[in-house]
């Protein structure tokens, strides 16, 4: 088992920046792909950023790309989003999620879940 805990949201002004981070605790994740997801009101849950157990390959949605950066700390166990540019349209309320090795797009095919943060742009 893998938990996940999620930290770092809150009220920004459009244009500002936010940093969230996902502590993992439970079985070792250095050997687990992390995801960012997000998930608006009324809206499907959406990737953010994904990367692998490396770090060597990542993965940006189109919305986030150039704005968005995400990094993993394995020996703390940790993942972390740096949002810049922040927009409107961000807002939501964002999830880490783990599987092992290979990272994926589909949330479905995450096995673990973060409780969710909740990010709230102003304009």
């Known amino acids: 088992q893998v938990q996940l805990v999620e930290s770092g949201g809150g009220l920004v002004q459009a244009g500002g920046s936010l940093r969230l981070s996902c502590a993992a605790s439970?079985?070792?994740?250095?050997?687990?792909?992390m995801g960012w997801f997000r998930q608006a009101p009324g809206k499907e849950r959406e990737v953010v950023a994904t990367i692998n157990w490396t770090g060597a390959w990542i993965y940006y949605a189109d919305s986030v790309k150039g704005r968005f950066t995400i990094s993993r700390d394995n020996a703390k166990n940790m993942v972390y989003l740096q949002m810049n540019s922040l927009k409107p349209a961000d807002t939501a309320v964002y999830y880490c999620?783990?599987?092992?090795?290979?990272?994926?797009?589909?949330?479905?095919?995450?096995?673990?879940w973060g409780q969710g943060t909740q990010v709230t742009v102003s304009s």
């Open positions: 999620a783990a599987r092992e090795y290979i990272a994926s797009m589909n949330p479905i095919e995450y096995d673990y």
């Open positions: 439970g079985r070792t994740t250095s050997s687990y792909a």
